[in-house]
T-cell receptor, first 112, second 111 residues
Framework: QKEVEQDPGPLSVPEGAIVSLNCTYSNSAFQYFMWYRQYSRKGPELLMYTYSSGNKEDGRFTAQVDKSSKYISLFIRDSQPSDSATYLCAMSLNQAGTALIFGKGTTLSVSS | EPEVTQTPSHQVTQMGQEVILRCVPISNHLYFYWYRQILGQKVEFLVSFYNNEISEKSEIFDDQFSVERPDGSNFTLKIRSTKLEDSAMYFC?????????FGAGTRLSVL
């Protein structure tokens, strides 16, 4: 079953807050885990990717993968109004040329 | 920074007409993809393409759809006879390994 679940929100936070975004999945064969940011009527922009389990940090963003729980997270520190967008999790099997399976996306609004 | 380029940004067509959506993938990428996103819904996989062949396709990608890499830089999606339900954003992606980079999309409106 290729299924990815993501709470659509909306999620509203004040500027400077720590944001936690999450996805669960059912297919234990997924190996690549990605987070994309999508602005209204634009293409998904790759933010972070993680291969297999573990954490990855890039500036204010941290991605975590817990394969035992089939759970992935994206943390945004010191959130800014420019972070307001829809955040999509996506995952794929361990081979190129295969489908990315997306969550529905969480809409985030950061107010100044 | 290299990016995936899609044209046109918006395509309006009449039901039953053929449309071709065009993409220029990132130049050193070997894997190419098409996805679609109906308004308010998930991004859905259509097809992947490698070495001039389809690698994988979804149940959405029926006989009305075809893909082609007509030259060394372009990658196209053709819809032979458009239906109202084909109205969506269509995204091209290219990549290496399991990582995919997306274009800005073509908004297809079928009237």
């Amino acid at each position: 079953q290729k299924e990815v679940e993501q709470d659509p929100g909306p999620l509203s936070v004040p500027e400077g807050a720590i944001v936690s975004l999450n996805c669960t999945y059912s297919n234990s064969a997924f190996q690549y885990f990605m987070w994309y940011r999508q602005y209204s009527r634009k293409g998904p922009e790759l933010l972070m990717y993680t291969y297999s389990s573990g954490n990855k940090e890039d500036g204010r963003f941290t991605a975590q993968v817990d394969k035992s729980s089939k759970y992935i997270s994206l943390f945004i520190r010191d959130s800014q109004p420019s972070d307001s967008a829809t955040y999509l999790c996506a995952m794929s099997l361990n081979q190129a040329g295969t489908a990315l399976i997306f969550g529905k996306g969480t809409t985030l609004s950061v107010s100044s | 920074e290299p990016e995936v380029t899609q044209t046109p940004s918006h395509q309006v067509t009449q039901m039953g007409q053929e449309v071709i959506l065009r993409c220029v993938p990132i130049s050193n990428h070997l894997y190419f993809y098409w996805y679609r996103q109906i308004l308010g819904q998930k991004v859905e996989f259509l097809v992947s393409f490698y070495n001039n062949e389809i690698s994988e396709k979804s149940e959405i990608f029926d006989d009305q759809f075809s893909v082609e890499r007509p030259d060394g830089s372009n990658f196209t999606l053709k819809i032979r006879s458009t239906k109202l339900e084909d109205s969506a954003m269509y995204f091209c992606a290219s990549g290496t390994a399991g990582i995919q980079y997306f274009g800005a999309g073509t908004r297809l409106s079928v009237l």
